[in-house]
C-alpha cells in the first residue's frame, strides 16, 4: 500500500503515453487499492533506484493478474501496467521486472502455464521489446465490450 500513489501515477502516465487515455484518478485510485488489498486479483511487482541518502524511488513497475486455462490445467499470468519512468528507459529495468516475475512463476506453488501481454498496436518500442524476451504474435484478436454498472440492462 506504501506504493499505491506512484502506481496510481504511474498508470495515469502510461495510459496517456501509451493510448492518449485520461483516467479517472478516483476509480483508478480504488481499483490499485482493491488488488493491493486482495492478491486472489492480482500482484504489482516495482523497481526501486537507490538514492545517496539509503532511500529508494520507484522507477517502474510490472501488473501479474491470472487467466484460467481449462486446456492447460494451469494459469496463464498477464503482464499488465507495464510502465517504466521516462527518465530510467533503456536501463534494463522492465528486464529486471520481467526476470523477477519469471522467478516468482518458479517458485508458485499452482501451475503457471504461461505469460500473456496485450500492447497497443502503434506501440512498436514495446513490440521489439516483447519480442526480444521471446515473446510472438499470437494467432487471437482481442475484443472487448465495456460496461459500467449503471449502464448494464439485462434482457
Given at each position: 500500500m506504501s506504493d499505491l500513489k506512484?502506481?496510481?501515477?504511474f498508470n495515469?502516465?502510461?495510459a496517456r503515453e501509451t493510448e492518449n487515455r485520461a483516467l479517472d484518478v478516483r476509480i483508478l485510485e480504488s481499483g490499485v487499492a482493491a488488488l493491493l488489498k486482495d492478491p486472489g486479483k492480482g500482484w504489482y511487482a516495482v523497481a526501486e533506484k537507490p538514492l545517496e541518502d539509503a532511500r529508494a524511488i520507484v522507477v517502474g513497475q510490472i501488473l501479474i493478474t491470472f487467466e484460467w486455462s481449462d486446456w492447460r490445467n494451469g494459469n496463464f499470468?498477464?503482464?499488465q501496467s507495464v510502465y517504466v519512468h521516462p527518465d530510467q528507459r533503456q536501463q534494463q529495468i522492465f528486464r529486471q521486472l520481467y526476470e523477477y516475475v519469471q522467478r516468482q512463476a518458479h517458485l508458485n506453488q499452482e501451475t503457471v502455464c504461461g505469460y500473456r501481454l496485450y500492447v497497443e498496436k502503434k506501440n512498436h518500442?514495446?513490440?521489439?521489446a516483447y519480442a526480444h524476451l521471446g515473446f510472438q504474435e499470437t494467432a487471437y484478436h482481442m475484443y472487448e465490450r465495456g460496461f459500467t454498472w449503471t449502464s448494464l440492462s439485462f434482457p
Open positions: 506512484t502506481i496510481v501515477n495515469v502516465a502510461l499470468w498477464w503482464l518500442q514495446a513490440h521489439q
